[in-house]
């Protein structure tokens, strides 16, 4: 009955974020002044979903394991539809209504690839463990001006690596892979949303990276991005620490453990 409170309460809170996201986009034009910069509602949503989700993913990914699974399946099938899109779409005739179309098609992909992974929970381990390796990837190109690996082949090459080795790493180190994976990619997302009301630039890297459309040399790395990496940084290390220290339990061997611990064990050990 847990479980299926959790899938279920999971599933309809990003379906409800969702449909807010597209709503809020069939105005895209519409802005909200922020001192001297201009934040629009679509992209304010989105910006906050980034963050709550990153945060979670950060502190309680290896707590809540299922939400995890969702969010994993839901962030991998969403961004392979915007890399799609955004590839495809002319470079001189943008289409019209496109927030709606990114928002619409990533949207549903990403609730379409979460129930997915709920139900093939292993799979939804090799998202996990490919979605640490895309954000770790992304974070070490960001440190450079137009990235520190500047050619289109080598750059999707090296992203690429990082995804095989994460999933890899999946099938040998589990518990490990979960900690810090979701620790990487929490902090990827939240400071991804943060960029949307802070506007560093921040943001820009993962459009330099993966989309067609978008100028490389565009990217440039300001102290404020660098800023930016530095937290995002910090909160990885801090994450994966907290998440270390709250089940540290789970890590010590059967044969070392008292016999009536205040011990219980992760989530997916229980599917």
């Not at 001006?145 to 890899?168: C, K, L, Q, Y």
């Not at 892979?177 to 802070?198: H, K, Q, R, W």
Request: glycine share 10%; charged share 10%.
């Amino acid at each position: 009955m847990t479980s299926f409170r959790a899938r279920t309460s999971a599933f309809f809170m990003f379906a409800l974020l969702f449909l807010m996201s597209t709503v809020a986009a069939q105005q895209p034009n519409q802005e909200i002044p922020l001192g001297d910069k201009k934040i629009t509602i679509s992209g304010s949503i989105i910006a906050i979903v980034l963050m709550v989700a990153g945060f979670l993913f950060a502190f309680f990914g290896h707590r809540f394991f299922r939400i995890t699974l969702f969010l994993a399946g839901f962030y991998v099938l969403s961004t392979l539809a915007w890399i799609a899109l955004s590839n495809i779409e002319p470079k001189d005739n943008l289409w019209n209504n496109r927030e709606w179309i990114y928002l619409g098609a990533a949207g549903a992909a990403g609730i379409i690839g979460g129930a997915l992974f709920l139900c093939f929970w292993r799979l939804g381990f090799a998202a996990i463990g490919a979605m640490a390796g895309f954000y770790l990837a992304v974070f070490i190109l960001s440190w450079k001006d137009s990235g520190v690996i500047t050619n289109t082949v080598p750059r999707v090459a090296f992203i690429a690596i990082f995804v095989i080795i994460g999933i890899i790493l999946t099938f040998f180190i589990e518990r490990h892979v979960v900690i810090i994976g979701t620790a990487i990619a929490g902090s990827g997302s939240f400071f991804l949303g943060l960029d949307n009301f802070v506007k560093t630039g921040f943001g820009n890297a993962l459009n330099a990276f993966l989309d067609g459309n978008f100028d490389v040399t565009n990217y440039h790395v300001t102290p404020q991005v660098y800023g930016m990496l530095g937290g995002t940084l910090a909160m990885m290390v801090v994450g994966a620490c907290f998440q270390y220290w709250k089940h540290r339990g789970s890590f010590i061997p059967k044969s070392h453990r008292n016999q009536t611990p205040a011990y219980h064990p992760p989530n997916y050990q229980q599917v």
